[in-house]
């Protein structure tokens, strides 16, 4: 089956940090650009970072620039999104998915339909 499979979420307190593992599974990921989302109940998904195939090139959206990173690790064919000096309102469920348009609208309206390969998402949540 191909997906993506996220894992590393739970509850951690502000200030805290978190790393996010995106495991690929049927594709090999770096043929791919790959982004990550998170989304809360009620409100739409947003777009939280991507990294490019190939140039492995990376883009995050403004407002949260400084605090996530996004990487890749070939051998393990897994995307990460570390989230460092967690706010309570990073408290979302975050997944990931293969962005067609090559991380060139990352920050624009999240259409499901125009990603492919979405996992079933890693619930986060930041409170003391």
């Known amino acids: 089956q191909v997906q993506f499979v996220e894992s590393g979420g739970g509850l951690v307190q502000p200030g805290g940090s978190l790393r996010l593992a995106c495991a690929a599974a049927?594709?090999?990921?770096?043929?791919?650009?790959v982004g990550w989302f998170r989304q809360v109940p009620g409100k739409e998904r947003e777009g939280v970072a991507c990294?490019?195939?190939?140039?492995?090139?990376?883009y995050y959206v403004d407002s949260l620039k400084g605090r996530f990173t996004i990487s890749r690790d070939y051998a393990k064919n897994t995307v990460y999104l570390q989230i460092d000096n967690l706010k309570p309102e990073d408290t979302a469920v975050y997944y990931c998915a293969v962005d067609r348009f090559n991380c060139m609208i990352l920050g624009e309206l999240v259409r499901i339909y125009e990603y492919d390969y979405w996992g079933q998402g890693t619930q986060v949540t930041v409170s003391s």
């Open positions: 049927g594709f090999t990921v770096d043929d791919y650009a």
């Open positions: 990294i490019r195939s190939g140039t492995g090139h990376t």
